[in-house]
Protein backbone atom coordinates (compact mmCIF):
# COMPACT_ATOMS: atom_id res chain seq x y z
CA UNK A 1 0.00 0.00 0.00
CA UNK A 2 0.91 3.70 -0.93
CA UNK A 3 0.02 7.10 -0.49
CA UNK A 4 -0.82 8.81 -4.17
CA UNK A 5 1.06 11.24 -4.96
CA UNK A 6 0.56 13.20 -8.39
CA UNK A 7 3.19 15.30 -10.85
CA UNK A 8 1.09 17.34 -13.39
CA UNK A 9 3.13 18.07 -16.72
CA UNK A 10 1.94 19.85 -19.62
CA UNK A 11 4.31 18.67 -22.10
CA UNK A 12 4.26 21.14 -24.38
CA UNK A 13 6.16 23.07 -21.57
CA UNK A 14 7.66 20.37 -19.61
CA UNK A 15 9.80 19.19 -22.38
CA UNK A 16 10.95 22.72 -24.51
CA UNK A 17 14.43 23.17 -24.31
CA UNK A 18 14.15 26.46 -26.90
CA UNK A 19 15.22 29.13 -24.98
CA UNK A 20 14.32 32.44 -27.04
CA UNK A 21 10.75 32.98 -25.24
CA UNK A 22 9.69 35.84 -27.43
CA UNK A 23 6.61 37.59 -26.39
CA UNK A 24 3.36 35.78 -27.99
CA UNK A 25 5.91 34.07 -29.73
CA UNK A 26 4.95 31.05 -32.36
CA UNK A 27 6.03 27.56 -31.82
CA UNK A 28 8.72 27.92 -34.83
CA UNK A 29 10.18 30.75 -32.61
CA UNK A 30 9.68 29.01 -29.18
CA UNK A 31 9.54 25.59 -29.70
CA UNK A 32 7.38 23.13 -28.30
CA UNK A 33 8.16 20.23 -26.05
CA UNK A 34 7.90 17.50 -27.47
CA UNK A 35 6.41 13.50 -25.72
CA UNK A 36 9.72 11.40 -27.05
CA UNK A 37 11.27 14.24 -24.79
CA UNK A 38 9.78 12.64 -21.83
CA UNK A 39 12.92 10.18 -21.83
CA UNK A 40 12.94 7.30 -19.03
CA UNK A 41 15.48 10.22 -16.66
CA UNK A 42 12.79 12.42 -16.56
CA UNK A 43 10.39 10.04 -15.33
CA UNK A 44 12.78 7.74 -13.00
CA UNK A 45 13.56 11.53 -11.34
CA UNK A 46 9.89 11.92 -10.92
CA UNK A 47 9.72 8.90 -9.38
CA UNK A 48 12.64 9.80 -6.92
CA UNK A 49 10.74 12.34 -5.92
CA UNK A 50 8.00 10.69 -4.12
CA UNK A 51 5.40 10.81 -7.29
CA UNK A 52 3.12 8.01 -7.82
CA UNK A 53 1.63 9.18 -11.06
CA UNK A 54 1.80 11.31 -13.79
CA UNK A 55 -1.52 13.72 -14.59
CA UNK A 56 0.16 14.64 -18.27
CA UNK A 57 -2.26 17.90 -19.00
CA UNK A 58 -3.04 18.78 -23.18
CA UNK A 59 -2.82 15.62 -24.47
CA UNK A 60 -5.60 15.70 -26.42
CA UNK A 61 -5.89 17.72 -29.66
CA UNK A 62 -7.17 21.43 -28.96
CA UNK A 63 -7.12 24.22 -31.02
CA UNK A 64 -4.11 26.27 -31.75
CA UNK A 65 -4.02 29.68 -33.62
CA UNK A 66 -1.78 27.63 -36.60
CA UNK A 67 -4.59 25.01 -37.32
CA UNK A 68 -7.64 27.44 -35.85
CA UNK A 69 -8.89 30.47 -35.87
CA UNK A 70 -6.79 32.92 -34.22
CA UNK A 71 -10.24 35.16 -33.28
CA UNK A 72 -11.85 32.42 -30.92
CA UNK A 73 -8.13 30.95 -30.12
CA UNK A 74 -6.81 31.83 -26.82
CA UNK A 75 -3.12 32.77 -26.92
CA UNK A 76 -0.87 30.80 -29.96
CA UNK A 77 -1.21 27.78 -28.41
CA UNK A 78 -4.60 27.98 -27.51
CA UNK A 79 -6.32 26.28 -24.36
CA UNK A 80 -6.01 22.67 -23.53
CA UNK A 81 -9.29 22.69 -22.82
CA UNK A 82 -10.45 23.65 -25.88
CA UNK A 83 -10.55 20.08 -27.40
CA UNK A 84 -10.86 20.17 -31.22
CA UNK A 85 -10.90 15.97 -31.75
CA UNK A 86 -11.60 13.74 -28.44
CA UNK A 87 -9.89 10.62 -30.26
CA UNK A 88 -6.54 12.82 -31.75
CA UNK A 89 -3.41 13.52 -29.78
CA UNK A 90 -2.27 17.45 -29.95
CA UNK A 91 0.33 17.58 -32.87
CA UNK A 92 2.70 20.06 -31.41
CA UNK A 93 3.69 17.79 -29.05
CA UNK A 94 4.80 14.71 -31.58
CA UNK A 95 8.20 14.63 -33.70
CA UNK A 96 6.39 13.19 -36.23
CA UNK A 97 2.84 13.86 -36.24
CA UNK A 98 1.65 11.19 -38.52
CA UNK A 99 2.28 9.11 -35.60
CA UNK A 100 1.42 11.51 -32.99
CA UNK A 101 -0.95 8.45 -31.14
CA UNK A 102 2.28 5.72 -30.93
CA UNK A 103 4.08 8.61 -29.72
CA UNK A 104 2.12 9.29 -27.07
CA UNK A 105 1.70 4.98 -26.61
CA UNK A 106 5.11 4.91 -26.18
CA UNK A 107 5.49 7.54 -23.20
CA UNK A 108 2.52 5.61 -21.79
CA UNK A 109 4.51 2.72 -21.48
CA UNK A 110 7.43 4.50 -20.59
CA UNK A 111 5.99 6.04 -17.67
CA UNK A 112 4.56 2.52 -16.90
CA UNK A 113 8.12 1.09 -17.09
CA UNK A 114 9.58 4.16 -14.40
CA UNK A 115 6.84 2.50 -11.90
CA UNK A 116 4.13 5.69 -12.48
CA UNK A 117 0.64 5.30 -13.42
CA UNK A 118 -0.55 7.72 -16.25
CA UNK A 119 -3.25 10.44 -15.84
CA UNK A 120 -4.98 12.51 -18.55
CA UNK A 121 -7.90 15.04 -18.58
CA UNK A 122 -11.15 14.47 -19.42
CA UNK A 123 -12.86 17.45 -20.63
CA UNK A 124 -16.63 16.66 -21.02
CA UNK A 125 -18.25 20.27 -20.46
CA UNK A 126 -17.22 21.95 -23.49
CA UNK A 127 -15.39 21.57 -26.59
CA UNK A 128 -13.38 24.14 -29.11
CA UNK A 129 -16.16 26.09 -31.31
CA UNK A 130 -14.43 24.78 -34.14
CA UNK A 131 -14.61 21.07 -32.98
CA UNK A 132 -14.47 18.37 -35.61
CA UNK A 133 -13.02 14.74 -35.39
CA UNK A 134 -10.86 13.49 -38.03
CA UNK A 135 -9.95 10.87 -36.42
CA UNK A 136 -12.88 9.32 -34.72
CA UNK A 137 -13.45 4.78 -35.32
CA UNK A 138 -15.28 4.45 -38.21
CA UNK A 139 -18.95 4.69 -37.43
CA UNK A 140 -18.60 6.77 -34.75
CA UNK A 141 -21.04 10.07 -35.81
CA UNK A 142 -19.44 13.37 -34.58
CA UNK A 143 -20.86 15.86 -31.91
CA UNK A 144 -23.61 18.01 -33.79
CA UNK A 145 -23.32 15.93 -36.56
CA UNK A 146 -26.93 14.64 -35.67
CA UNK A 147 -28.49 17.74 -34.09
CA UNK A 148 -31.35 20.14 -35.11
CA UNK A 149 -30.13 23.74 -34.42
CA UNK A 150 -33.42 25.42 -34.54
CA UNK A 151 -34.13 23.91 -31.07
CA UNK A 152 -33.11 25.97 -28.39
CA UNK A 153 -32.82 22.68 -26.33
CA UNK A 154 -33.11 18.95 -27.39
CA UNK A 155 -32.14 15.61 -25.47
CA UNK A 156 -31.10 14.61 -28.98
CA UNK A 157 -28.93 17.56 -29.26
CA UNK A 158 -25.00 17.36 -28.14
CA UNK A 159 -25.32 20.89 -27.82
CA UNK A 160 -27.36 23.92 -27.18
CA UNK A 161 -28.40 26.82 -29.66
CA UNK A 162 -29.48 30.44 -29.48
CA UNK A 163 -32.01 30.45 -32.86
CA UNK A 164 -32.01 33.27 -34.86
CA UNK A 165 -29.13 34.55 -33.15
CA UNK A 166 -25.19 35.13 -34.59
CA UNK A 167 -22.22 34.36 -32.52
CA UNK A 168 -20.32 37.98 -32.26
CA UNK A 169 -17.85 38.95 -29.82
CA UNK A 170 -16.33 42.84 -29.70
CA UNK A 171 -13.56 42.26 -31.97
CA UNK A 172 -12.70 40.93 -35.57
CA UNK A 173 -13.99 36.95 -35.81
CA UNK A 174 -11.77 37.29 -38.70
CA UNK A 175 -13.95 35.26 -40.84
CA UNK A 176 -15.70 32.84 -38.67
CA UNK A 177 -19.52 32.72 -38.92
CA UNK A 178 -21.39 30.71 -36.60
CA UNK A 179 -25.75 30.85 -37.12
CA UNK A 180 -27.27 29.88 -34.78
CA UNK A 181 -24.70 30.79 -32.36
CA UNK A 182 -24.01 27.56 -29.80
CA UNK A 183 -24.12 28.77 -25.89
CA UNK A 184 -20.63 29.26 -24.66
CA UNK A 185 -18.71 26.62 -22.45
CA UNK A 186 -19.28 28.84 -19.31
CA UNK A 187 -22.95 28.65 -19.19
CA UNK A 188 -23.13 31.69 -20.77
CA UNK A 189 -26.34 31.84 -22.48
CA UNK A 190 -25.65 34.63 -25.08
CA UNK A 191 -24.52 35.28 -28.34
CA UNK A 192 -22.02 37.72 -27.59
CA UNK A 193 -19.87 36.78 -24.84
CA UNK A 194 -17.07 38.39 -23.23
CA UNK A 195 -13.22 38.57 -23.46
CA UNK A 196 -13.94 36.78 -19.79
CA UNK A 197 -16.16 34.10 -20.86
CA UNK A 198 -14.86 30.98 -22.16
CA UNK A 199 -15.95 32.19 -25.68
CA UNK A 200 -13.46 29.74 -27.70
CA UNK A 201 -15.57 26.92 -26.07
CA UNK A 202 -19.25 25.74 -25.88
CA UNK A 203 -21.12 24.03 -24.40
CA UNK A 204 -22.46 19.66 -24.49
CA UNK A 205 -25.82 19.22 -24.01
CA UNK A 206 -26.09 16.22 -21.32
CA UNK A 207 -30.03 16.86 -21.21
CA UNK A 208 -30.39 19.57 -18.63
CA UNK A 209 -32.99 22.01 -19.77
CA UNK A 210 -31.59 24.94 -17.79
CA UNK A 211 -33.74 27.52 -19.58
CA UNK A 212 -36.82 25.21 -18.59
CA UNK A 213 -35.94 25.29 -14.57
CA UNK A 214 -32.92 22.82 -14.73
CA UNK A 215 -35.87 20.26 -15.87
CA UNK A 216 -33.30 16.82 -16.33
CA UNK A 217 -34.54 14.85 -19.73
CA UNK A 218 -32.48 11.47 -19.20
CA UNK A 219 -34.95 8.67 -20.33
CA UNK A 220 -34.09 7.70 -22.88
CA UNK A 221 -30.20 8.34 -22.50
CA UNK A 222 -28.95 11.30 -23.67
CA UNK A 223 -27.06 11.02 -27.23
CA UNK A 224 -24.60 12.89 -25.68
CA UNK A 225 -23.65 10.32 -22.83
CA UNK A 226 -23.32 8.11 -24.93
CA UNK A 227 -20.60 9.69 -26.68
CA UNK A 228 -19.03 10.22 -24.06
CA UNK A 229 -18.88 7.38 -22.34
CA UNK A 230 -17.53 5.76 -25.73
CA UNK A 231 -14.68 8.33 -25.88
CA UNK A 232 -13.70 7.53 -21.62
CA UNK A 233 -13.66 3.71 -23.17
CA UNK A 234 -11.31 4.61 -25.98
CA UNK A 235 -8.49 6.50 -23.81
CA UNK A 236 -9.00 3.86 -21.29
CA UNK A 237 -8.17 1.10 -23.84
CA UNK A 238 -4.70 3.13 -23.77
CA UNK A 239 -3.81 1.67 -20.81
CA UNK A 240 -4.10 5.08 -19.05
CA UNK A 241 -4.45 4.53 -15.39
CA UNK A 242 -7.52 7.33 -15.07
CA UNK A 243 -8.73 10.74 -15.85
CA UNK A 244 -8.73 14.49 -14.22
CA UNK A 245 -12.45 15.18 -14.80
CA UNK A 246 -12.36 19.24 -15.92
CA UNK A 247 -15.25 21.31 -14.33
CA UNK A 248 -16.78 18.41 -13.12
CA UNK A 249 -19.66 19.99 -11.42
CA UNK A 250 -21.15 21.39 -14.10
CA UNK A 251 -22.00 18.00 -15.75
CA UNK A 252 -24.90 16.74 -14.00
CA UNK A 253 -23.74 13.16 -11.62
CA UNK A 254 -26.48 11.24 -12.85
CA UNK A 255 -24.16 11.09 -16.16
CA UNK A 256 -21.08 10.03 -14.05
CA UNK A 257 -22.98 7.32 -12.03
CA UNK A 258 -23.84 6.19 -15.42
CA UNK A 259 -20.18 6.17 -17.33
CA UNK A 260 -18.11 5.53 -14.42
CA UNK A 261 -19.87 2.43 -13.56
CA UNK A 262 -19.39 0.94 -16.92
CA UNK A 263 -16.04 2.26 -17.13
CA UNK A 264 -15.05 0.33 -13.63
CA UNK A 265 -16.80 -2.94 -15.02
CA UNK A 266 -14.31 -3.24 -17.53
CA UNK A 267 -11.46 -1.51 -15.84
CA UNK A 268 -12.15 -1.86 -12.10
CA UNK A 269 -8.55 -0.12 -11.20
CA UNK A 270 -9.51 2.98 -13.69
CA UNK A 271 -9.45 6.03 -11.63
CA UNK A 272 -11.66 9.46 -11.74
CA UNK A 273 -10.49 12.54 -10.36
CA UNK A 274 -12.85 15.67 -10.41
CA UNK A 275 -12.16 19.30 -10.40
CA UNK A 276 -15.57 19.92 -8.29
CA UNK A 277 -15.23 23.31 -6.22
CA UNK A 278 -18.83 23.00 -4.32
CA UNK A 279 -18.47 21.25 -1.26
CA UNK A 280 -22.43 20.27 -0.84
CA UNK A 281 -22.00 18.36 -3.90
CA UNK A 282 -19.26 16.43 -2.90
CA UNK A 283 -20.78 13.41 -1.75
CA UNK A 284 -23.32 12.77 -4.74
CA UNK A 285 -19.28 12.62 -6.66
CA UNK A 286 -18.08 10.58 -4.63
CA UNK A 287 -21.32 8.21 -4.11
CA UNK A 288 -21.34 8.82 -8.45
CA UNK A 289 -17.53 6.69 -8.33
CA UNK A 290 -15.47 9.81 -8.16
CA UNK A 291 -12.17 8.25 -6.55
CA UNK A 292 -10.84 11.92 -5.70
CA UNK A 293 -12.18 15.42 -5.40
CA UNK A 294 -10.41 18.74 -5.62
CA UNK A 295 -10.56 20.20 -1.46
CA UNK A 296 -9.90 23.66 -3.25
CA UNK A 297 -12.49 25.74 -1.49
CA UNK A 298 -11.25 24.05 2.27
CA UNK A 299 -7.57 22.91 2.64
CA UNK A 300 -5.43 24.82 -0.27
CA UNK A 301 -8.01 27.86 0.81
CA UNK A 302 -7.09 27.69 4.40
CA UNK A 303 -3.33 26.94 3.98
CA UNK A 304 -2.90 29.69 1.31
CA UNK A 305 -4.16 31.73 3.79
CA UNK A 306 -2.46 30.60 6.90
CA UNK A 307 0.50 31.41 4.90
CA UNK A 308 -0.12 34.29 3.56
CA UNK A 309 -3.31 36.32 5.18
CA UNK A 310 -2.18 35.72 8.66
CA UNK A 311 -5.26 33.05 9.50
CA UNK A 312 -5.16 30.93 12.45
CA UNK A 313 -3.12 27.49 11.80
CA UNK A 314 -5.48 26.52 14.45
CA UNK A 315 -8.50 26.56 11.85
CA UNK A 316 -6.66 23.54 9.85
CA UNK A 317 -8.32 21.35 12.20
CA UNK A 318 -11.58 22.40 10.96
CA UNK A 319 -10.64 21.71 7.33
CA UNK A 320 -9.96 18.04 8.09
CA UNK A 321 -12.41 17.46 10.08
CA UNK A 322 -15.46 18.70 7.92
CA UNK A 323 -15.46 15.87 6.14
CA UNK A 324 -15.54 12.86 8.44
CA UNK A 325 -13.62 10.02 8.00
CA UNK A 326 -14.81 8.46 4.96
CA UNK A 327 -14.99 11.92 2.82
CA UNK A 328 -11.44 12.98 3.61
CA UNK A 329 -9.97 10.21 1.88
CA UNK A 330 -11.48 11.20 -1.34
CA UNK A 331 -9.81 14.80 -0.82
CA UNK A 332 -7.12 15.85 -3.03
CA UNK A 333 -4.97 18.13 -1.58
CA UNK A 334 -2.50 20.48 -3.92
CA UNK A 335 -0.85 23.90 -3.41
CA UNK A 336 -0.24 24.64 -7.52
CA UNK A 337 -1.81 23.36 -10.48
CA UNK A 338 -2.11 24.96 -13.41
CA UNK A 339 -5.28 27.18 -12.76
CA UNK A 340 -3.57 28.54 -9.44
CA UNK A 341 -0.86 31.16 -8.74
CA UNK A 342 2.81 29.45 -8.06
CA UNK A 343 3.96 29.18 -4.59
CA UNK A 344 7.06 31.39 -5.14
CA UNK A 345 5.03 33.93 -7.06
CA UNK A 346 4.57 37.69 -6.05
CA UNK A 347 0.53 36.82 -5.35
CA UNK A 348 1.68 33.91 -3.43
CA UNK A 349 4.08 33.96 -0.73
CA UNK A 350 7.58 35.32 -2.87
CA UNK A 351 9.64 32.03 -2.29
CA UNK A 352 8.71 28.65 -2.59
CA UNK A 353 10.52 27.85 0.80
CA UNK A 354 7.73 29.78 2.38
CA UNK A 355 5.82 26.78 1.63
CA UNK A 356 7.23 23.83 3.88
CA UNK A 357 4.86 24.37 6.69
CA UNK A 358 2.17 24.18 4.52
CA UNK A 359 3.55 21.39 2.16
CA UNK A 360 4.24 19.29 5.25
CA UNK A 361 0.41 19.74 6.10
CA UNK A 362 -0.98 18.67 2.98
CA UNK A 363 1.21 15.77 2.93
CA UNK A 364 1.45 14.12 5.81
CA UNK A 365 -2.22 15.06 7.56
CA UNK A 366 -3.96 12.29 6.44
CA UNK A 367 -4.45 9.77 3.75
CA UNK A 368 -5.98 12.36 0.86
CA UNK A 369 -3.72 12.19 -2.11
CA UNK A 370 -1.07 14.95 -2.57
CA UNK A 371 -1.14 16.67 -6.38
CA UNK A 372 2.23 18.85 -7.27
CA UNK A 373 2.62 20.77 -10.64
CA UNK A 374 6.08 20.89 -12.63
CA UNK A 375 8.07 23.15 -11.08
CA UNK A 376 7.12 23.60 -7.65
CA UNK A 377 9.45 21.79 -6.30
CA UNK A 378 12.07 24.20 -7.94
CA UNK A 379 10.21 27.34 -6.51
CA UNK A 380 8.95 28.13 -10.15
CA UNK A 381 7.99 31.56 -10.20
CA UNK A 382 5.60 31.94 -12.69
CA UNK A 383 5.78 35.97 -13.34
CA UNK A 384 6.46 35.70 -16.91
CA UNK A 385 5.15 37.85 -19.82
CA UNK A 386 4.61 34.74 -22.08
CA UNK A 387 1.51 36.47 -24.22
CA UNK A 388 -2.15 35.90 -24.03
CA UNK A 389 -0.88 34.88 -20.44
CA UNK A 390 0.06 38.23 -18.29
CA UNK A 391 2.25 38.68 -15.17
CA UNK A 392 -0.33 36.86 -13.01
CA UNK A 393 1.89 34.44 -10.87
CA UNK A 394 0.99 31.33 -12.82
CA UNK A 395 2.69 29.17 -15.63
CA UNK A 396 0.66 30.43 -18.86
CA UNK A 397 -1.52 27.40 -20.54
CA UNK A 398 -1.91 29.83 -23.27
CA UNK A 399 1.26 29.88 -24.97
CA UNK A 400 4.58 28.42 -26.33
CA UNK A 401 6.97 29.26 -23.64
CA UNK A 402 9.90 27.71 -22.21
CA UNK A 403 9.97 27.76 -18.28
CA UNK A 404 13.42 28.73 -16.47
CA UNK A 405 13.28 26.24 -13.98
CA UNK A 406 12.30 23.18 -15.78
CA UNK A 407 14.79 24.49 -18.35
CA UNK A 408 17.48 24.09 -16.04
CA UNK A 409 16.73 21.24 -14.31
CA UNK A 410 15.93 19.28 -18.10
CA UNK A 411 19.35 20.54 -19.15
CA UNK A 412 18.48 19.64 -22.84
CA UNK A 413 17.01 16.24 -22.07
CA UNK A 414 19.73 15.19 -19.37
CA UNK A 415 17.58 15.83 -16.28
CA UNK A 416 20.15 15.88 -13.91
CA UNK A 417 19.65 19.23 -12.80
CA UNK A 418 23.56 20.09 -13.36
CA UNK A 419 22.03 24.32 -13.96
CA UNK A 420 19.93 24.91 -10.71
CA UNK A 421 20.47 27.29 -8.66
CA UNK A 422 21.49 26.00 -4.96
CA UNK A 423 18.62 27.00 -3.39
CA UNK A 424 16.49 25.26 -6.41
CA UNK A 425 18.36 22.01 -5.41
CA UNK A 426 17.76 22.34 -1.96
CA UNK A 427 14.19 22.35 -2.44
CA UNK A 428 13.54 20.00 -5.08
CA UNK A 429 15.79 17.50 -2.21
CA UNK A 430 13.20 18.71 0.15
CA UNK A 431 10.22 18.05 -1.75
CA UNK A 432 11.84 15.21 -2.23
CA UNK A 433 12.10 13.68 1.36
CA UNK A 434 9.17 14.89 2.49
CA UNK A 435 7.02 13.53 -0.53
CA UNK A 436 9.24 9.71 -0.11
CA UNK A 437 8.12 9.81 3.47
CA UNK A 438 4.27 10.22 2.72
CA UNK A 439 4.50 7.89 -0.40
CA UNK A 440 6.53 5.06 1.46
CA UNK A 441 5.72 5.59 5.38
CA UNK A 442 2.64 3.41 6.75
CA UNK A 443 1.84 5.93 9.46
CA UNK A 444 1.57 8.70 6.50
CA UNK A 445 -0.31 6.18 4.08
CA UNK A 446 -2.22 4.14 6.36
CA UNK A 447 -2.03 5.15 9.71
CA UNK A 448 -4.21 6.82 12.05
CA UNK A 449 -4.18 10.59 12.83
CA UNK A 450 -4.66 12.58 16.07
CA UNK A 451 -4.71 15.97 15.67
CA UNK A 452 -2.45 18.20 19.16
CA UNK A 453 -2.75 21.39 18.60
CA UNK A 454 -5.91 21.89 20.88
CA UNK A 455 -4.01 20.43 23.82
CA UNK A 456 -0.93 22.98 23.53
CA UNK A 457 -0.86 25.27 26.07
CA UNK A 458 1.99 27.62 27.02
CA UNK A 459 5.14 27.89 24.69
CA UNK A 460 3.18 26.94 21.36
CA UNK A 461 1.30 29.62 19.43
CA UNK A 462 -1.39 28.06 17.91
CA UNK A 463 -2.12 30.79 15.61
CA UNK A 464 1.58 30.01 14.37
CA UNK A 465 1.74 26.61 14.85
CA UNK A 466 0.08 23.27 14.27
CA UNK A 467 1.34 20.09 15.25
CA UNK A 468 -0.62 16.23 14.55
CA UNK A 469 0.48 12.61 15.10
CA UNK A 470 0.49 10.03 12.54
CA UNK A 471 0.35 6.29 13.88
CA UNK A 472 0.88 2.59 12.22
CA UNK A 473 1.91 -0.41 14.48
CA UNK A 474 5.47 0.43 15.78
CA UNK A 475 5.52 3.87 13.47
CA UNK A 476 4.46 6.96 15.30
CA UNK A 477 5.67 10.03 14.03
CA UNK A 478 5.59 13.40 15.45
CA UNK A 479 4.96 16.66 12.78
CA UNK A 480 5.44 20.02 14.15
CA UNK A 481 5.06 23.11 11.99
CA UNK A 482 6.07 26.75 12.19
CA UNK A 483 4.27 29.17 9.97
CA UNK A 484 5.72 32.21 11.69
CA UNK A 485 8.40 33.95 9.63
CA UNK A 486 10.57 34.18 12.53
CA UNK A 487 12.49 31.03 14.67
CA UNK A 488 10.53 30.06 17.14
CA UNK A 489 11.18 27.87 20.09
CA UNK A 490 7.96 25.40 20.87
CA UNK A 491 6.76 23.23 23.74
CA UNK A 492 4.60 20.38 22.49
CA UNK A 493 2.72 18.39 24.93
CA UNK A 494 0.96 14.68 23.74
CA UNK A 495 -2.06 14.74 25.74
CA UNK A 496 -3.39 11.42 27.66
CA UNK A 497 -6.10 11.17 25.14
CA UNK A 498 -3.56 10.98 22.47
CA UNK A 499 -1.78 7.81 24.22
CA UNK A 500 -4.92 6.23 24.57
CA UNK A 501 -6.37 6.38 21.05
CA UNK A 502 -3.03 5.47 19.14
CA UNK A 503 -2.42 2.91 21.55
CA UNK A 504 1.10 4.73 22.22
CA UNK A 505 3.23 3.69 25.09
CA UNK A 506 4.57 5.93 27.58
CA UNK A 507 8.72 5.45 28.01
CA UNK A 508 10.92 7.46 30.30
CA UNK A 509 13.80 7.60 27.33
CA UNK A 510 13.01 7.79 23.59
CA UNK A 511 15.01 8.45 20.71
CA UNK A 512 13.61 11.09 18.20
CA UNK A 513 14.97 11.53 14.77
CA UNK A 514 14.23 14.42 12.28
CA UNK A 515 13.29 12.81 9.19
CA UNK A 516 14.08 15.91 7.17
CA UNK A 517 17.00 17.09 8.33
CA UNK A 518 18.48 14.27 10.50
CA UNK A 519 19.17 15.38 14.23
CA UNK A 520 18.19 13.36 16.93
CA UNK A 521 16.94 14.26 20.26
CA UNK A 522 16.02 12.12 23.27
CA UNK A 523 12.52 13.02 25.11
CA UNK A 524 10.75 11.58 27.77
CA UNK A 525 7.47 10.33 26.24
CA UNK A 526 4.70 11.01 28.70
CA UNK A 527 1.85 12.08 28.26
CA UNK A 528 1.50 16.27 28.90
CA UNK A 529 5.16 16.22 29.36
CA UNK A 530 6.91 18.71 27.27
CA UNK A 531 9.03 17.98 23.87
CA UNK A 532 11.20 20.96 23.10
CA UNK A 533 11.44 22.04 19.82
CA UNK A 534 13.48 25.21 17.83
CA UNK A 535 11.75 26.09 14.81
CA UNK A 536 13.60 28.48 12.01
CA UNK A 537 10.78 30.56 10.56
CA UNK A 538 8.46 28.60 8.00
CA UNK A 539 9.70 25.53 8.57
CA UNK A 540 9.01 22.40 10.08
CA UNK A 541 9.80 18.72 11.77
CA UNK A 542 9.28 15.28 11.36
CA UNK A 543 10.08 13.34 14.33
CA UNK A 544 9.86 9.70 14.46
CA UNK A 545 9.57 8.05 17.82
CA UNK A 546 11.02 5.04 18.98
Known amino acids: MTKTIIYQIIPRLFANFNETRRFNGSKAENGSGKLVDINERALQSIADLGATHVWYTGIIRHATAEHNNPAITKGKAGSPYAITDYYDVNPDLATDEERRMEEWQALIDRTHQAGLGVLMDFVPNHVSREYKSLCKPEGVQDLGEGDNPQWAFSPLNNFYYLPGEKFSMDKDLQGYEEFPAKVTGNDCW????????????????????????????????????????????????????????????????????????????????????????????????IAAGFDYLYDKVGMYDYLRGVTTKGWSAEGITHQWMQHGDERIKHMLYFLENHDEQRIASGFWCGDGRCA?????????????PFMLYMGQELGERGMDLEGFSGIDGRTTIFDYWGVKSLQAWANKGLYDGAKLQESQKALRELYGKILTIARDNRAIHSGALYDITYAQGEGFDKREQFAFIRHKGTETLLVVVNFRDREQAIRVRIPNDAFVYLGLEEKEKATATDLLRGHKQTIRLIANEPIDITLPAWTGVVLKIR
Open 190 to 285: SSHPGENDWYETVKLNYGVFYQGGGEKQFDPIPNTWIKMRDILLFWAGKKIDGVRVDMAEMVPVEFFAWAIDQVKKKYPKFIFIGECYDPQRYDAY
Open 356 to 368: EPALLVATLLNQS
